[in-house]
C-alpha cells in the first residue's frame, strides 16, 4: 500500500476471488464472480485504510471485550434427546448421521 | 551408501484426550465407548446462535502439562481452522494458532536424552466418522456414518522438536511422555482407545550434516509397535529414494498396519487453506501467577524421580537388568506406590517389585484400586513360605478380580502350607523310585532337577515349593 493507505499494491483480483468462493464452497456464475470481485477488493481497500493508520505505540488487542479467563466449571449438564437431533437430520442410520461418500481423509 | 550411513530425523505430534467429565466449549459428557450421539448438544453441533465457554479443568489440565514437560506457560488464543468435512459439524475446528498455551519446553528420557517440546496447545477434538460399504475402506466406501459424541472433547497437542534419531527412541519418548500424562491425571493413556495418538514427522539425512531432509508426516499410529515399525519403514522408503536419485516428495502418509508399510494418501486437488482466524466467541486465556502457582506447586512426582525412588529401595549393587525393565514398566502403569508400601512393612524389594511388574501389570486398572494391606498381606506369606510363587500368583489374580484376604483365598483354594519334613520326605521317596536318574543327577545333569520336581509336585498335589525341592535335591547329592 502507499503511504497515504489509501489504495492496496496488491488488488484482489477475479481469481482470488475464484479461489476464495471454492473453499468456500459457493458456485458462482462469471456475472456473480465479477459483481463479487469488486466489492470484495472495496472491502479490502477500506480495511487497508484502517491497517494503515500509525499503530506502533498501542498494545496488541486480542479481543474487542475487555475481559479475560470467562471459564465454567467442569460439570455435566443434560444433552439432547438423541431421537429428536436425529429426526432433523437429513438422513440416519443406526444412532449415527447419514454423510454421502467422502474422498479424501480428515485434514 | 548403505542405509547405516543415514540418519533419520523424526518429530512427534501427539494428541492426548484429556481426563475432563465434560467436553472443551460445552457441558456434554466426555465419555469413551458411550452410545453414538448420546452426548450433543448446540454447541458441539455446531447449531446457530450456540456460544462456546471453555472449561476451566481442561485449561488446567493444560497447564500440568506445560508444567511437567518445562514449558513457559502464556497468555493464549483460539483460532478457527476451517475446512470442509463431516467430523466437525460448524466446518471448524477451534484451537490454538500463533499463541498457543505452552511453548519451549523439553522432556527427558531415561537415558537423560533430552527431546526439546515446540508447543502445547489446546483443541477440540472432532468426530468419528465410520466408512460404509467398500470393505471399510475410505476410497471405496458408499456414505459415512458419523458419531459427535467425541466432537468437541479437549485435547492438548504436544508437538516435540525433531530431535529424535531412531525408532526406539521415538518409542522411548512416548512411553515417557504417556507416563508423565498418566502422573498427572491428564490422561488415561489408552492408546488402543484413541486417548493418545502419534503423528511422526520423518525425514532422513546423510551422515553428520545439519541440513534436514524432505519429510513427510505419517499417521495412523495406534500403538507403540505401529510407530516404531512405521518409522523403520518410512526411513528405508526415504533412503531407497535418495540412493536411487529420486527426490522424497513432502506428504501426508498413511500406515497401513495390514501391509506393515506407508502408502501416499491420495493427492488433494488442492493443499488445505484453513485460512485461520480468531475466534470471536472466546476471549483470551491468560492464567495469572496465582493460579501458575498454585498449579506448580500441586505437580505430583514425575516417572523420573519415582524410578530414582525404587532403585534406591533396591539398594547397593544396583538394580540388575531385568529390574531396570521392572521398574520402568510399574512406574509406566503407576502401580510403584503397591512396591513402595510393600517396602515399608518390610516385604523384600525384589519380591514385591517382580510380583507388581508381572501380575499386578498384567491386571493394572485392577490392581491399582487393590487393598494394600491384603496385596501385602499376600507378599509375606509366599515372603515367608506360606504359600510357593505359583500358589501366590494364583491367589494374586483371584485378589485383584473379586478382593478379600489372601488367607481365605488360599484356603478356598486349598494352598495350605506343607507341614515341616513333607518336602523333605517326597524328594527322598522319588529319588528311591528313580535310582537310573538319580545316578545320572549326581553325576552332575543338572536338567534332571526338573525331573525330580515334577514328580514332588505330583506327590504333593502342586503344594511344593520348586526352590525347597532344588534345595533338597542338591543336599542329597551333596
Redesign the interface.
Known amino acids: 500500500m502507499n503511504e497515504h493507505g489509501s489504495a492496496r499494491s496488491e488488488r484482489l483480483t477475479r481469481e482470488d476471488a475464484a479461489y476464495v468462493a471454492r473453499l468456500a464452497r459457493v458456485d458462482l456464475t462469471e456475472d456473480e464472480l465479477d459483481l463479487y470481485a469488486g466489492q470484495l477488493a472495496a472491502v479490502l481497500d477500506h480495511a487497508a485504510q484502517v491497517a494503515a493508520i500509525a499503530t506502533s505505540g498501542v498494545e496488541p488487542t486480542a479481543h474487542t471485550l475487555p475481559l479475560r479467563n470467562v471459564l465454567r466449571d467442569d460439570v455435566v449438564r443434560p444433552s439432547l434427546e438423541r431421537e429428536e437431533v436425529l429426526a432433523q437430520a437429513p438422513r440416519a442410520e443406526d444412532g449415527r448421521f447419514w454423510v454421502p461418500r467422502i474422498l479424501g481423509e480428515s485434514p | 551408501m548403505s542405509v547405516e550411513a543415514w540418519e533419520p530425523v523424526v518429530g512427534l505430534e501427539v494428541h492426548c484426550e484429556l481426563k ?3 467436553k472443551l466449549f ?4 466426555n465419555a469413551f465407548g458411550d ?8 454447541v458441539c ?1 455446531g447449531l446457530p446462535g450456540s456460544l462456546p ?7 488446567e489440565l493444560a497447564m500440568f502439562i506445560g508444567n511437567a514437560l518445562h514449558c513457559e506457560i502464556r ?1 493464549s ?1 483460539f483460532h478457527r481452522k ?6 466437525m459439524p460448524k466446518d471448524y475446528q477451534i484451537s490454538q494458532y500463533d ?1 498457543p498455551i505452552n511453548v519451549n519446553g523439553w522432556l527427558e528420557l531415561p537415558d537423560g536424552q533430552r527431546v526439546g517440546i515446540v508447543r502445547a496447545h489446546m483443541e477440540e477434538d ?1 468426530g468419528k ?3 460404509m460399504g467398500g470393505g471399510g475402506r ?2 471405496d ?8 459424541n467425541r466432537a468437541g472433547v479437549p485435547l492438548v497437542e504436544i508437538v516435540s522438536a525433531p530431535d529424535i534419531r531412531s525408532a526406539a527412541q521415538a518409542r522411548r519418548y512416548v512411553e515417557e511422555l504417556r507416563a508423565i500424562l498418566m502422573a498427572i491425571r491428564a490422561s488415561d493413556g489408552r492408546m488402543e482407545e484413541g486417548s493418545l495418538r502419534v503423528d511422526a514427522n520423518v525425514s532422513v539425512r546423510a551422515g553428520r550434516t545439519d541440513e534436514l531432509g524432505t519429510r513427510c508426516e505419517v ?1 495412523n499410529l495406534n500403538s507403540l509397535r505401529s510407530l516404531a515399525r512405521a518409522i523403520e519403514h518410512e526411513t528405508e522408503r526415504q533412503v531407497s529414494l535418495l540412493e536411487a536419485g529420486e527426490p522424497v516428495l513432502q506428504q ?1 502418509r ?1 500406515w497401513d498396519e495390514q501391509a506393515q508399510k506407508t502408502v501416499a ?2 493427492s ?1 486437488e ?1 493443499a ?4 485461520y482466524f ?1 475466534e ?1 466467541d ?7 501467577p496465582d493460579w501458575q502457582y498454585q498449579v506448580a506447586l500441586c505437580l505430583p512426582p514425575m516417572p523420573a524421580e519415582r524410578r530414582a525412588k525404587l532403585t534406591e529401595l533396591l539398594g547397593a549393587g544396583g538394580p540388575t537388568a531385568a529390574q531396570v525393565d521392572q521398574v520402568a514398566t510399574v512406574v509406566a502403569l503407576g502401580l510403584d506406590t503397591l512396591v513402595v508400601e510393600a517396602a515399608s512393612s518390610g516385604i523384600e524389594v525384589p519380591l514385591a517389585l517382580a510380583r507388581t511388574a508381572n501380575e499386578a501389570a498384567a491386571d493394572a486398572d485392577r490392581a491399582r484400586e487393590v487393598d494394600r494391606a491384603a496385596y501385602g498381606t499376600l507378599l509375606r506369606m509366599e515372603q515367608e513360605g506360606m504359600l510357593t510363587p505359583t500358589q501366590a500368583k494364583a491367589v494374586l489374580a483371584d485378589l485383584f478380580e473379586n478382593g478379600g484376604h489372601p488367607a481365605d483365598i488360599a484356603r478356598r483354594k486349598g494352598f495350605e502350607a506343607l507341614g515341616a519334613g513333607t518336602v523333605v520326605a517326597a524328594v527322598a521317596d522319588v529319588v528311591s523310585a528313580h535310582p537310573e536318574e538319580w545316578a545320572r543327577y549326581c553325576q552332575g545333569e543338572d536338567k534332571l532337577v526338573g525331573f525330580f520336581t515334577g514328580l514332588v509336585m505330583q506327590a504333593t498335589d502342586k503344594k511344593a515349593n520348586g526352590k525347597e525341592v532344588a534345595a533338597e535335591l542338591r543336599r542329597l547329592r551333596g
Open positions: 475432563t467429565a465434560t460445552c457441558g456434554c459428557r452410545e453414538p450421539n448420546t452426548n450433543i448438544c448446540p453441533l465457554v471453555l472449561n476451566v479443568k481442561a485449561v497468555p488464543l476451517n475446512y470442509f468435512y463431516p467430523d499463541e472432532t466418522t465410520s466408512h475410505i476410497h466406501a458408499d456414505h459415512a456414518l458419523v458419531d459427535y499417521k501426508t498413511h494418501l491420495r488433494k488442492e488445505f487453506d484453513y485460512r480468531p470471536p472466546l476471549v483470551l486465556v491468560a492464567p495469572g
